[in-house]
């Protein structure tokens, strides 16, 4: 590991005040729409997309992953304060958060929460740090065959993992690979699926994509009163910073639980598609088994806000992993992330580590600070916390659609974007509405071009036979895993509800 | 009538049965060859799932104010996408802005100016002066105003 690059990015992180005034706009934003049910982190993101427009890659990065960083930290206020998580990952921390509250100690399970998922984003940064001189000949013994298979990997992953009806992810998977090979093809030169228009020779852009999917249907949906929630009940209460402060010192007490559930949430970060909600609730469980007094869970255990929120901050840093260094983005999030890096002209994928060093290290320590930023802002507004209530999420409706538009626009210039994004915003919907599960497409259109270069490079250097080469077995292998894994877990799932036997 | 979900599984096997056929039909040999490894199995699977969903007997049909809510957003996410094709980011986005909040959100007069000037000055002072951005100027200013 270069030391002076490890230290000397987060030195220029520290000391610059134009990346530091970035961070302290981006990590309030995120929390905030972390904080709003119906709106989400990756909205934020979206909206600040075209802000990021012609900044220098470096800022632009720190920006959009401070934002992300400190999502879920926002998403568990309304989870422990009204009982409401703000997004899908804060689940777990109902339980006893919101238990918590009802036992008079709000202000604790915040602190909880707070210091939790400051440590879990802390440490998932440093675990991704740590991997660094690991991974780096992993990376770069990869060739274009393991890259090909690591594309369907990614695709196969997220569909299996992603719902119930792995049917419904994988069509949505191979649709998304359809929509990358719109354009022209990089072995023939001819246009594909382009029906005459020149705008789509250069393909459908990710970002026009991930916003169609994600900020179209979530206002669709909540402009048309899905996802609006009413906590007017228990708005504008007080809470004291003294016993935020005790919460975060729980964090310290559970040391031992903190530090694993980082871990073991920075880990699942690694795999693609197993996302956040199996994070929090595999570190849930982690602690209601590992505890000598397991009664208390569910009725206002400290442990129960701790362990699944260090999990879903500490995951970020894993899921970065494969994003950075593979192309392969671990979430719906992570690929909205790798659209606009893209955007900002920085190539994720193994070159990464030979040419851009420094920019993986200063999205590591983008990543911790951030982090730790956020709770020192959250802890500052502790009294206000209750007013979130007064928010109203179909107020920013259209302040939404114009940014998703003006973000679909600047990313590749063309009006008829604004005509893509409608109709793909329509498909978006319709799967929203259908339980279809959205990530196996954005993970599609990010990995089809991936697939298909490195399919016709693999081709052009072995021919068929670079399926046989080591590594290449190893992720056919964990490709047929993944598929039997869900095979299997459907039919002991059958088995185990009565009258599907 | 037809269900959301039966139509969603549909489109799913038109899309792919178009993809396909157009790779078949038009494509050279060597830029066919992936659209054809996605897209037969995409055509299954799609398949697969029409079937399924046709099979089903519990209906997911929503309530007609959900489905009136939904038609009135998706015409005003269209409003939104071609009065900026029409006027451009500058003056199609505020028109927009202050045309939601008083019409479906109904807000008081005072939050549709906010609503509406504060877009105005983020597009025009951040995005066009502040990081020198073109934005898209749609097809009726430069008809009369000179740039």
Redesign the interface.
């Known amino acids: 590991m270069n030391i002076d690059i490890a230290f000397g990015t987060l030195f220029t992180l520290l000391t610059d005040p134009y990346l530091i005034f970035l961070m302290l706009i981006a990590v309030p934003l995120g929390a905030f729409f972390g904080a709003m049910p119906g709106l989400g982190g990756k909205l934020g993101v979206v909206l600040l997309i ?2 990021v ?3 220098e890659p470096i800022a632009g990065a720190v920006l959009l992953l401070s934002m992300h960083a400190v999502v879920h930290t926002g998403g568990s206020i309304p989870s422990i304060l009204f009982g409401i998580p703000g997004d899908g990952t804060s689940t777990a921390v109902v339980l006893d958060g919101y238990e918590m509250t009802r036992n008079g100690e709000g202000g604790r399970a915040l602190g909880a929460s707070f210091g939790a998922s400051g440590i879990g984003g802390v440490l998932g940064a440093v675990f991704l740090g740590l991997l660094l001189p690991v991974l780096r000949p992993i990376v770069l013994a990869f060739s274009p065959a393991e890259f090909f298979l690591l594309a369907i990997l990614g695709i196969t992953f997220i569909a299996t993992l992603s719902g119930k ?1 792995v ?2 992810g ?3 998977g ?2 998304g ?2 929509v990358a ?1 719109v354009g022209l ?1 990089p ?2 030169g ?1 246009p ?2 382009t029906f005459g228009h020149l705008f789509l020779w250069d393909g459908i852009d990710i970002i026009t994509a991930v916003l169609a999917m994600y900020a ?1 249907p979530e ?2 949906a909540l ?4 996802g609006v929630v009413d906590y007017s009940d228990s708005a504008n209460k007080k809470y004291k910073i003294s016993e935020v402060w005790d919460g975060i010192i729980d964090v310290f007490r559970h040391w031992g639980l903190s530090l694993r559930t980082s871990l073991v949430g920075a880990v699942i970060g690694l795999i693609p598609g197993l996302g956040g909600d199996a994070a929090s609730w595999i570190c849930y469980g982690h602690a209601v088994q590992s505890s000598k007094t397991p009664e208390r869970f569910g009725k206002g255990a400290v442990e129960g806000v701790i362990a699944p929120e260090t999990a879903n901050n500490s995951k970020e840093g894993g899921a970065l992993l494969p994003t950075l260094f593979f192309a392969v983005p671990g979430s719906s999030g992570m690929a909205l992330l790798l659209g606009a890096f893209l955007m900002l002209g920085i190539q994720p994928g193994p070159t990464i580590v030979t040419e851009n060093i420094d920019l993986v290290w200063m999205l590591i320590w983008a990543l911790a600070v951030s982090n730790v930023l956020c709770v020192v802002i959250l802890l500052g507004l502790t009294p206000w916390l209750g007013s979130l209530a007064n928010v109203r999420p ?2 920013l ?3 939404v ?2 940014f998703a ?2 973000g679909s ?2 990313s590749s210039a063309a ?1 008829e974007n ?2 893509l ?2 109709f793909l ?3 978006g ?3 929203r ?2 339980s ?1 599960p959205r990530p196996p497409f954005v993970i599609g259109v990010v990995l089809g071009p991936v ?2 270069d490195s ?1 016709h490079k693999a081709l052009a250097l072995w021919g068929p036979s670079f399926f046989l080469r080591p590594i290449s077995l190893i992720l056919i292998a964990m490709i047929i895993g993944s598929i039997a894994f869900y095979i299997w877990r459907t039919r002991r799932e059958s088995v185990e509800v009565p009258g599907n036997a | 009538m037809l269900e959301g979900r039966i139509i969603t599984a549909g489109l799913m096997l038109a899309i792919f049965t178009t993809a396909v056929t157009i790779a078949l039909l038009y494509f050279p040999a060597g830029a066919r060859m992936l659209p054809l490894v996605i897209g037969i199995p995409g055509v299954i699977l799609s398949a697969i799932q029409l079937v399924s969903e046709l099979r089903k007997s519990d209906s997911e049909q929503a309530s007609p104010e959900v489905r009136a809510g939904e038609i009135r957003m998706i015409a005003w996410f269209a409003s939104f996408a071609c009065v900026i094709i029409f006027l451009g980011f500058t003056y199609g986005s505020p028109v927009m802005i202050a045309a939601y909040l008083s019409i479906r959100a109904k807000e008081k007069w005072y939050t549709v100016l906010i609503g509406a000037a504060l877009v105005w000055v983020i597009l025009e002072y951040v995005f066009t002066q502040g990081i020198g951005i073109v934005l898209y100027e749609g097809i009726i200013p430069p008809m009369f105003i000179v740039y």
């Open positions: 075209p802000f427009f012609g900044m009806n049917v419904k994988l069509v949505l191979l649709l690979l359809m090979f093809d072995s023939t001819g594909r699926y179209i206002m669709i402009g048309s009163g899905q179909p107020l409706i259209p302040f659609l114009v538009l003006l626009y600047l009006w604004l005509i994004i409608f915003g329509c498909l919907y319709m799967c509405r259908h279809w697939a298909e399919l």
